[in-house]
Structures are given as structure tokens and as C-alpha cells.
């Protein structure tokens, strides 16, 4: 599945964190002369939650920034999940990875089929899918409808914002280090570095931002805010003026300019999650600003 000699024989420099999960002695074992990051036993994971985003992995930002190394791979507990960096310690999220993985698999792969992701993901990926005519399909949060869908189906890949991506050259289920090993090795047969490679996907779709706030509230807060999104009281966000509303799971919010927020009560902690889309970072917080102060009023 893996051209693992030509990644070795490339010369880029790579590093693994495994977060003191799971995938620490398959990265060891393939790549020897990578350099690892809390990759041995600890069952408390030294008190941090083993999640691959950018704030639970400042070592290892730092440790990238301070050397050569070209790409940073970053799994959770189960190395089910990914995150990754580039050579200058900036994170790429999955968002950003699910598109590189699309374009490597049908370009480079021949690879068709449809692409499933869950619905707080970039509506880039439409885009993206769009470019190459093959069909994108939103489903609802949670792995298991994606994994429902490309069992059933053609599938090319199936992603979710949380990190959790799958092909269909491996089993419909989550892996990190199986998707990270595919951006290793599309970095090696170009020649080129995770930057590049975005910014080429940014030359065929535009470029983009996402971000998100977890805000904890009382749950009869979080109700009423919901409630609201419901009978489509929120027409504006301060400066910015929703055009339409998409209710797959959650609210979105449709804005100008390819822009989004997204409103959705967590299924799991008890927490109001507000994910934006716009085409800048700043962009994305000023948005995600606006909203938490509409909705917090």
C-alpha cells in the first residue's frame, strides 16, 4: 500500500508524537531515524487528554520549529485520529488533510469514488469533488454514519473535523497513522512540502480557514439558544447577514464570500459548539467573535 523505501530514500525529515497512545512502535518500527515525541508507556498520558489539536501539541510544535524536519504526524490514544504540521511548527488540520488526501488519491492513485464527511467539515471539499466529478455526500456528526455510507457504497474517503479519516485502500474505519503515512509519502513522490502542496489546492479551490469554540453554559441556556436557531431567529451575526440555513445536524448558517457558522450542542460533554468557515484565519475568529456575542446576549 506504501512506498515506505521511497519515503526513507526522499530525505525529508520526519516526526512522529504519539501521544503516549498506541501508534508509538508502528512509526518506530517503519521509520527508525524519525524523530518521536512522548512515544512510551503512560497510562495517565502525563495528564493531558492524548487529542491531536493544535493546543494539546505545543512540544511538538516547538521541537519542529527548532529543526529541519519537513512534517510532523500526530495521533491520539488509539492512533485513530490525525493531526499534522508543517516544517514551520504551523498546524494543518483535517480539514486541510482530507483535501490533500482526496487530491493525491485521484491524481496521483487513479482512485474514484464518492467522498463522505461529517457536516461540520470545510464545504470545500464540495469544491474539491466538484474539480474532479466525483460525488460528495454530508452526513451527520459521528463516524459511524460515514462508515455506514462507504460500507454501502463507492467510496473514495470518508473524514470528519475531528481528525478521523478513512480510504477506501484500507478498511472503513479511522487511522492515523495509515492517512499520515499517505501524506508522507505524496510529499516524496512530489518533491515537494506540505506547504506547496496546500497552497496548490488553494490555486483550485481558493483558500480557507476553520476554526471553532466549545462554550460552556447551563443547559437551559444552551436550549434556548438552539431553540432560536430553530425557528431561524438569528438573521445577522453583528456585521454579518445570513443567506441561508442548512440543518443536517446542527445549524449552519450561510453568510457571504463562501463564509459559515455553525451552531450545535455537543453530544457528548455539556458544551455549545460554534464552528465558522471564512477565507482567512482572522476572518474565521471575527466571525466566530460575532456570533458567540449574538447568541450570548
Not at 519537513?70 to 508543517?86: E, K, Q, V
Request: charged share 25%.
Amino acid at each position: 500500500n506504501f512506498d515506505i523505501e521511497g519515503i526513507r530514500k526522499s530525505g525529508i525529515k520526519l516526526a512522529y508524537d504519539a501521544m503516549y497512545g498506541a501508534g508509538m512502535n508502528v512509526v518506530r518500527r517503519l521509520f527508525p531515524e524519525a524523530t518521536l515525541l512522548h512515544a512510551e508507556y503512560n497510562p495517565s498520558f502525563m495528564g493531558q487528554a492524548p487529542e491531536p489539536i493544535d493546543r494539546n501539541l505545543q512540544p511538538f510544535a516547538e521541537l519542529i520549529k527548532n529543526s529541519d524536519i519537513a512534517c510532523g504526524l500526530a495521533t491520539d490514544g488509539d492512533a485513530d485520529r490525525i493531526g499534522l504540521f508543517n516544517a514551520n511548527g504551523e498546524f494543518v488540520d483535517s480539514h486541510h488533510i482530507i483535501l490533500l488526501l482526496i487530491r493525491y488519491l485521484v491524481e496521483h492513485k487513479g482512485l474514484k469514488g464518492n467522498v463522505y464527511n461529517s457536516f461540520s467539515c470545510t464545504s470545500k471539499i464540495k469544491n474539491l469533488c466538484d474539480h474532479y466529478g466525483i460525488e460528495n455526500h454530508v452526513t451527520k456528526i459521528g463516524f459511524k454514519y460515514i462508515c455506514k455510507e462507504m460500507i454501502e457504497n463507492d467510496s473514495l474517503l470518508g473524514g470528519e473535523e475531528s481528525g478521523g479519516i478513512a480510504v477506501s485502500t484500507h478498511i472503513p474505519e479511522r487511522d492515523g497513522i495509515w492517512m499520515g503515512l499517505i501524506i508522507w509519502e505524496y510529499m516524496a513522490k512530489t518533491g515537494k512540502s506540505l506547504d506547496e502542496l496546500i497552497h496548490e489546492i488553494y490555486d483550485m479551490i481558493g483558500s480557507f480557514a476553520m476554526d471553532r469554540y466549545d462554550l460552556r453554559m447551563p443547559e437551559e441556556q444552551k436550549l434556548s439558544i438552539i431553540e432560536k436557531c430553530k425557528v431561524a431567529d438569528y438573521k445577522t451575526f453583528g456585521s454579518y447577514t445570513v443567506s441561508g440555513t442548512e440543518t443536517i445536524d446542527g445549524y449552519k448558517f450561510i453568510l457571504s464570500d463562501d463564509s459559515w457558522v455553525m451552531i450545535r450542542p455537543s453530544g457528548t460533554e455539556p458544551l455549545l459548539r460554534v464552528y465558522a468557515q471564512a477565507a482567512t484565519a482572522k476572518d474565521t475568529i471575527a466571525i466566530l467573535d460575532a456570533t458567540k456575542a449574538t447568541i450570548l446576549a
